[in-house]
């Protein structure tokens, strides 16, 4: 996608319409004028609920992870292995159930490259987790608590010499290689260089290149499924980049969950200013991924700021100013932040439903947070969704599902501004439990 | 001493408890109690918990300054048997997931309560919880889980003692984010708790300890 020249004199709502005109006219062959409007009226969805109004029908977007293999036979390592089954399932899957928005695709991964890349950071079927169950974080320190000061001062670098080296296998070589920045003049680009010629370095970067190849074949796969879906079901895809609150880049994959929440009293000013440094390219990182892809939602999954992981005061000092800045940047760039929000957030409402945050711009998506006072709290300035319980779609009956999507919706979507959804990615359901849950989205979202 | 090392345990005041502890030691204290000041501590805290004014950072912190601690009265304490202890707990997060979270600060909370637990790790293969429970003679069995994929390893590990003879001595206790009455009924658990002082007080009923 090209952005138009006059981009940088738009302000952020033209941009948002410049942005979501483009997703809901994608430049793709449809099987049909039929199935081309039915795209661009799900598309119209979205647009309804963003600006917190009625929809035709509450769109229906659940976060499906490996449910399609599960459903049809497959195993994870199936998925993650055999793109034939990846692309096969995944459309079948969308074909049979015709939810408004695709799957979460990039959650179905490829197993060659992470086995190439020797990753670290993750167990996936075959590295550590059984065949059958979707790839898990393997939580250290991959940070250590003594490097916050590298981090602050250069985080490319200290991405490229330090944190990647460990995370990934394949990349230890990086930490022999002095960071690019060193790359300023001629006299000294030979001393640069010289660190290339040593064997581990030469292997590392045909290793790398070999990533490279494993990653262009999924990815053609997943385009050419996720294109199929589109293409022949008028569905459209719901993230068009993603990033993360800078808290939770921490707390995930660096410092871990632990780690970070010693920081936080052994040194809280090093954590602060290394979330700060991590604003302007969290941001960055969404834009150049949504202007490739010419879909304006950008996929944020949140964790560590969840009820009972933190206090309120830590909540409102430590998580939320910088997690606001980057929904603050993603918004400026006409981008359209669609969070999931993971565990429950009861407490957290009155905080997100920030005044600072422009109204209609961005979507909440929630699990286990109690959505009446969602809907009243968040729900009159964004978008909301989610919500339906993993134990109900692993458990529950037909007749209990129904009923609850029935109250949910008559909770919160009576006025608009609502998008169905599962409370949480969906790896497992009972496939009478799934039907149910679609079925009584179109029969109670009309 | 000891009330000064109660408040700065409690106030998370790290190297204060530390060094409270170690001046302590050197002075002639006697370690219990320290020991004993360090539970009444971690009592406060958990209540604080319990009421939602402390939170998991809260209980983290705390429990990295009780190994702190644990590791400054080492060579002052004897050999302890588990005679003391209220009963014994086997922990574990089941097959087929590796969240430890949650199932850490259920064993050291566990462990600051005083029983014996066996901690068996995350993704536990069923045999090993069995074997576990047969060999420690546990009273009760902590099943932790955050995908929902724990709830057929939950079944499987209940079903497993029921086979092994040893479902009537054992309690099964279910912990994890996703956990609800439903997921105790489909594993045939007997109570799950929503965080660590839950935990705490279902294993204080089934061994019959004081709450």
């Known amino acids: 996608m090209t952005l138009p020249d006059n981009w940088s004199?738009?302000?952020?709502?033209?941009?948002?319409?410049?942005?979501?005109?483009?997703?809901?006219?994608?430049?793709?062959?449809?099987?049909?004028?039929?199935?081309?409007?039915?795209?661009?009226?799900?598309?119209?969805?979205?647009?309804?609920?963003?600006?917190?109004?009625?929809?035709?029908?509450?769109?229906?977007?659940?976060?499906?992870?490996?449910?399609?293999?599960?459903?049809?036979?497959?195993?994870?390592?199936?998925?993650?292995y055999d793109y034939e089954i990846f692309k096969e399932d995944w459309f079948r899957f969308h074909e049979e159930t015709r939810p408004d928005g695709i799957g979460l695709t990039l959650g179905i991964v490829p197993g060659k490259l992470f086995d190439i890349l020797d990753y670290r950071l993750y167990t996936w079927p075959g590295h550590g987790t059984p065949d059958d169950t979707c790839y898990?974080?393997?939580?250290?320190?991959?940070?250590?608590?003594?490097?916050?000061?590298?981090?602050?001062?250069?985080?490319?670098?200290?991405?490229?010499?330090?944190?990647l080296p460990r995370v990934f296998g394949a990349m230890e070589p990086f930490s022999m290689l002095p960071p690019w920045t060193d790359l300023v003049e001629i006299p000294f680009t030979a001393p640069f260089f010289a660190g290339f010629s040593a064997p581990p370095v030469k292997e590392m970067l045909q290793k790398l290149a070999e990533a490279g190849d494993a990653a262009m074949e999924w990815l053609q796969a997943a385009m050419?499924?996720?294109?199929?879906?589109?293409?022949?079901?008028?569905?459209?895809?719901?993230?068009?980049?993603?990033?993360?609150?800078?808290?939770?880049?921490?707390?995930?994959?660096?410092?871990?969950?632990?780690?970070l929440m010693l920081d936080k009293f052994r040194q809280p000013e090093n954590v602060k200013a290394a979330m700060e440094r991590l604003v302007p390219q969290s941001v960055d990182w969404a834009r150049r991924s949504n202007d490739m892809t010419g879909n304006p939602i950008v996929f944020i999954p949140i964790h560590k700021g969840a009820d009972g992981f933190m206090s309120d005061a830590d909540f409102k000092e430590l998580y939320w100013p910088t997690f606001k800045a980057v929904l603050l940047g993603l918004i400026e760039e006409g981008l359209v932040p669609w969070v999931f929000v993971e565990g429950s957030y009861n407490e957290r409402l009155e905080v997100i439903a920030d005044e600072e945050i422009p109204a209609h711009r961005m979507i909440w998506m929630f699990d286990a947070t109690d959505m009446q006072r969602a809907k009243e709290i968040v729900g009159k300035r964004q978008c909301i969704g989610g919500n339906v319980p993993a134990a109900l779609f692993a458990m529950g009956t037909p007749e209990e599902m129904d009923a609850y999507v029935k109250g949910l919706l008559e909770t919160t979507a009576q006025d608009g501004g609502f998008i169905l959804s599962s409370g949480i990615v969906l790896d497992e359901a009972d496939p009478a439990a799934y039907k149910a849950f679609i079925e009584a989205g179109r029969k109670y979202g009309r | 001493m000891s009330s000064a090392l109660k408040e700065a345990v409690i106030e998370l005041r790290e190297d204060d408890a530390l060094r409270i502890t170690r001046e302590a030691l050197q002075g002639g204290a006697d370690p219990l109690d320290i020991v004993a000041a360090c539970r009444e501590a971690m009592d406060v805290i958990g209540q604080r918990f319990a009421d939602g004014e402390a939170f998991i950072p809260e209980l983290i912190m705390a429990g990295e300054i009780m190994s702190g601690i644990t590791a400054e009265l080492k060579p002052y304490l004897k050999a302890e048997g588990s005679g003391g202890k209220l009963g014994t707990v086997v922990m574990c997060t089941v097959q087929g997931d590796i969240h430890d979270i949650g199932k850490d600060i259920v064993v050291t909370m566990l462990d600051i309560a005083g029983f014996e637990v066996v901690d068996l790790g995350v993704d536990v293969?069923?045999?090993?919880?069995?074997?576990?429970?047969?060999?420690s003679g546990a009273q009760v069995v902590g099943l932790s889980g955050l995908l929902t994929v724990a709830f057929d390893s939950m079944k499987a590990t209940v079903a497993a003692l029921d086979e092994a003879g040893l479902r009537g001595q054992v309690k099964v206790m279910l912990g994890g984010a996703p956990v609800t009455d439903a997921v105790v009924e489909y594993a045939g658990a007997?109570?799950?708790?929503?965080?660590?002082?839950?935990?705490?007080?279902?294993?204080?009923q089934w061994t019959g300890g004081a709450s």
């Open chain 1, 224 to 259: 050419a499924a996720d294109g199929r879906v589109m293409a022949t079901l008028g569905i459209p895809q719901t993230a068009g980049g993603a990033t993360k609150a800078p808290y939770d880049t921490l707390g995930d994959t660096m410092r871990g969950t632990r780690g």
């Open chain 1, 136 to 163: 898990q974080y393997s939580e250290q320190e991959w940070m250590k608590g003594d490097e916050y000061a590298a981090l602050i001062q250069d985080p490319g670098s200290y991405w490229q010499r330090s944190y």
């Open chain 1, 9 to 80: 004199e738009l302000t952020p709502d033209q941009r948002l319409q410049w942005r979501l005109d483009a997703w809901q006219n994608i430049p793709i062959e449809f099987a049909s004028p039929e199935v081309a409007q039915e795209y661009r009226d799900r598309v119209q969805l979205y647009r309804d609920v963003l600006a917190g109004k009625k929809p035709a029908t509450v769109p229906i977007a659940p976060w499906i992870g490996l449910l399609p293999f599960r459903f049809y036979g497959h195993t994870a390592k199936q998925a993650y």
């Open chain 2, 190 to 204: 007997d109570a799950w708790g929503k965080d660590a002082v839950d935990a705490v007080e279902l294993a204080r």
């Open chain 2, 125 to 135: 293969p069923v045999a090993k919880v069995v074997d576990s429970v047969r060999e």
